[in-house]
């Protein structure tokens, strides 16, 4: 078999936790790279890692006796490593574990089978989800001895720190035992950053409880079963039970049929060659259980011939190249147990391209394309290309209507011209246009139009362009009508089996899995049965927000159409669902019975407390307010620390300034000034802000010159919130004015300031006030003093300091007496 060898090109690939430079071939994107990069447990060189992998199948091929020669040997080694890096054939290797069990549905032990696979499915995604729990308090704990201050066995001292005891606490809730919490803290007293134990491999249910159907009664918890674990196969008759139970988990193998098309001509030959090799293949790498060899991308191959999947002629076009298939596999001689099988393995489909042996119907014309700088853009799949050439349809034609013109030039509703009569330059709208092939709708590409554009000219605010659903074309004024109109348009999106330039007859050719429904397929499973070693079982993929009914009517249909047996599965739910729990206001507390009013007493007064939740709204600051600056010098770094206020004399604002540092650095700090402030002006309290950067630990830190209240800070941030949690929420317990008198917990002891009086214009800005404020105001401390409602105002100095003395008004500022109220002598 002579294998074109394919382009090897060296490509840089960013992988879960590195970016290492690889070989592969040239055609592969980078999802396909990493597929096989991952099964051979390679980093870099994958041609090399393949010709390895086919020499280990030929040393377990000359164990087992299948090569006549050295030359044999080589031959094989050759062909299939080429074939491999050809995206011709890809192949498995058998999985541990012992061969499913089979139970009749009118065994006793047979409800008891399936109660415990439900109980082991709910069991480990429990215990994933406390382990996922367990880590991140176990990390909280490490925290609370990193983050601390002070004497390194007082912040390791549950006793002395606080914090630590409640992290250990909060651990232990979740189950953590207390040795587990010891080892962390020994850890973070280590130095140690991370807990870092890897979630437990609690494994996957790959064994399927295999149960024959036997009456209805069973049907409930059967699909049931199928629905919630995927792990359970429903097979009609007891024979078909075993085959299936013993061929799971045995190798699997499948041949991509549409690497063998060129142009419009299938090449017979080179695929009997590719089944036979990899019949030996697969013959080498088995064990005690069946092997199976499938067909990938059947119904690919069947819409690039111009062959509607649904039809007589689709039909037959698949049988047949099933019965080439067994004969082939038949004639290599590699005394395979087991044979020509369906079946859906999704890494064996990654690794050839997306094509499953599942022998089920197409999936769609469109798919995706990586540009050389690795961007994904929608484009035809090659079947579709070539069943649009087998049919004499324009090409052009169907790519407009799938994927959209790429433009907006004449986009009705949203053209050129009306853009600009909202605002929109030709710049703007080329930078829409630039991101239409890489977007799924037309909010996508108005997303990248420059935010100074968004808020300048159509007046949107940060909230707008934070929020993932928001859409520009709707805050420019267009309507839904004319924005379905447009992405039309630009995007396309319809479907080909409903395409108003193709006849009936060209639309059944494109129908999809979704036009069909599951009847046509399981109609082509009893065709093929025949020409399987392996009893047809068809493999059926549910969405993942359906209901176990769902799962039952397919299993009652499968049953019908006579298949062998049917394994149902349900769609993992989408990454980050998150509930939309809606508010519950708590149940007022129950009356006891000494306080139920009696039958003849008065009906009192009911007083019904509303909440309101208040909408999201930005709190402007006055155009003229007042605040402070605060100059400090942390490590030896200069820093000013600008603060706003609101008239009520909330925090509003902050602004950083540091000196002499990098630009990028000061840049940093000014925009993390700019989102503190704007979290403030959206309500987010103060304390949050001061709670979570409090303790942090970074460079510059140490001593702190410049500040009367905090002389000693972790890092920039821990200096900055420390200053405003001591002056805007009296939180003196996060001053630390001697820093040789810090905690463990890091907090300082204050010292009471001096009694002494201060001139007010040590506190308000005569700017600010334009002069309104009088020069002989000073600030007198409050400690010791009577009631403010007993003093008035001193008609010498002006201040409120008049007391009551006996019979007499006498001003503690200036010692002037007043007369007492009525006495007109003075």
């Known amino acids: 078999m002579g294998v074109e060898a394919a382009r090897i090109e060296r490509r840089t690939l960013e992988r879960a936790s590195s970016v290492a430079e690889v070989l592969a071939p040239t055609s592969w994107p980078d999802a396909r790279v990493e597929a096989w990069l991952d099964w051979l447990g390679e980093d870099a060189d994958l041609p090399a890692a393949v010709f390895r992998f086919a020499e280990t199948l030929v040393q377990k091929g000359d164990e087992k006796g299948l090569f006549e020669s050295a030359r044999a040997r080589g031959a094989f080694r050759r062909d299939l490593g080429a074939a491999m890096l050809a995206g011709q054939v890809a192949l498995s290797l058998p999985r541990s574990g012992a061969a499913a069990p089979v139970f009749r549905a009118e065994e006793a032990d047979c409800a008891a089978a399936i109660a415990a696979l439900r109980a082991q499915h709910r069991g480990r995604a429990m215990a994933r989800a406390a382990a996922r729990e367990m880590g991140a308090r176990l990390q909280a704990v490490m925290d ?48 140690e950053l991370e807990w870092g134990a890897a979630e437990p491999d609690f494994g996957d249910i790959e064994g399927l409880e295999l149960v024959v159907v036997g009456h209805r009664a069973a049907e409930s918890a059967l699909a049931g079963a199928a629905w919630e674990t995927g792990a359970l196969a429903a097979a009609f008759t007891p024979s078909a039970g075993s085959s299936v139970a013993a061929a799971w988990g045995g190798a699997r193998g499948a041949v991509n049929l549409m690497a063998f098309r060129a142009g419009e001509a299938f090449d017979q030959s080179a695929f009997a060659a590719a089944v036979a090799l990899l019949s030996t293949a697969l013959a080498a790498a088995a064990d005690e259980r069946r092997a199976s060899l499938g067909l990938a991308g059947v119904a690919d191959w069947l819409v690039a011939q111009g062959l509607a999947y649904d039809s007589e002629a689709g039909r037959a076009a698949i049988v047949d190249i099933y019965r080439h298939a067994a004969s082939a596999c038949v004639a ?22 997306g094509a499953s042996a599942s022998a089920a119907p197409w999936l769609g014309p469109v798919t995706v394309a990586e540009t050389q700088d690795g961007v994904l853009t929608r484009v035809l799949s090659e079947a579709a290309l070539s069943g649009l050439s087998a049919l004499g349809i324009d090409p052009a034609q169907t790519r407009a209507h799938l994927l959209g013109g790429g433009d907006l030039f004449e986009a009705p509703g949203i053209d050129h011209a009306a853009l600009n009569a909202r605002g929109f330059t030709e710049h703007e709208i080329a930078q829409a246009e ?34 993932p659903a928001f859409d520009v074309l709707k805050l420019a004024g267009f309507t839904d009508e004319e924005i379905a109109s447009a992405e039309a348009y630009a995007l396309g999106g319809g479907s080909l089996s409903e395409a108003p330039f193709l006849t009936p007859v ?13 009847q046509p397929y399981f109609a082509t499973l009893s065709a093929i049965a025949h020409t399987l070693a392996v009893p047809a079982m068809a493999d059926l993929e549910l969405e993942w927000d359906t209901v176990p009914a769902d799962a039952a009517g397919l299993i009652a249909l499968a049953a019908q159409a006579g298949l062998s047996a049917i394994r149902v599965r349900r769609a993992s739910a989408p990454e ?27 009906q009192s007064e009911r007083i019904v407390e509303r909440i309101v939740e208040r909408d999201r709204t930005r709190r402007k600051l006055p155009d003229r307010r007042k605040g402070y600056i605060q100059k400090a010098s942390v490590g030896g770094h200069k820093v000013y620390l600008h603060t706003g206020e609101y008239e009520d004399g909330e925090l509003g604002e902050i602004f950083i300034d540091m000196h002499k540092e990098g630009a990028a650095f000061r840049s940093l700090m000014n925009n993390f000034a700019i ?43 821990d200096y900055l919130f420390r200053e405003l949690g001591v002056s805007y929420l009296g939180r003196q317990d996060l001053a630390n004015g001697d820093p040789d008198e810090l905690d463990a917990d890091g907090f300082g002891h204050t010292h009471p300031d001096d009694d002494a009086p201060q001139p007010v214009s040590h506190f308000i800005s005569r700017g600010f006030a334009r002069g309104a404020a009088p020069d002989n105001l000073v600030f007198l401390p409050s400690a010791g003093r009577g009631p403010a409602a007993e003093a008035d105002v001193c008609a010498a100095c002006g201040d409120i300091a008049v007391v009551r003395k006996g019979a007499s008004l006498i001003c503690e500022t200036c010692g002037t007496r007043a007369a007492p109220p009525g006495d007109m002598t003075g």
């Open 144 to 191: 609370s001895v990193l983050r601390c201050e002070g004497d390194p066995a007082a912040c390791a001292d549950l006793r002395a720190n606080a914090n630590l005891a409640r992290s250990a606490e909060a651990a232990r809730m979740v189950g953590a035992t207390d040795a587990m919490i010891l080892e962390a803290i020994g850890l973070a007293k280590a130095g």
């Open 332 to 353: 290599s001689g590699a005394r395979l147990n087991g044979g020509l099988a369906v079946f859906d393995d999704p890494d064996l489909a990654l690794r050839l391209g």
């Open 506 to 518: 060209q639309q059944a050719v494109f129908q999809t899995a979704d036009d069909l429904g599951p």
């Open 675 to 717: 989102a503190i402030s704007i979290g403030l002006q959206y309500g987010v309290p103060l304390e949050e802000f001061v709670d979570a950067f409090v303790f942090t630990r970074f460079e510059p830190a140490g001593a702190v010159t410049g500040n009367d209240s905090v002389r000693s800070a972790t890092s920039i941030l």
């Open 434 to 467: 630039a991101a239409l092939p890489f977007a799924q709708r037309l909010s996508a590409a108005f997303a990248a139009i420059d935010p100074g554009f968004l808020c300048d000219v159509l007046g949107a605010s940060e909230a707008d362009l934070a929020d």
């Open 576 to 602: 980050g669902l998150i509930l939309d729990l809606p508010r519950t206001a708590e149940p007022p507390p129950k009356a006891s019975r000494e306080a139920e009013p009696q039958a003849h007493a008065p």
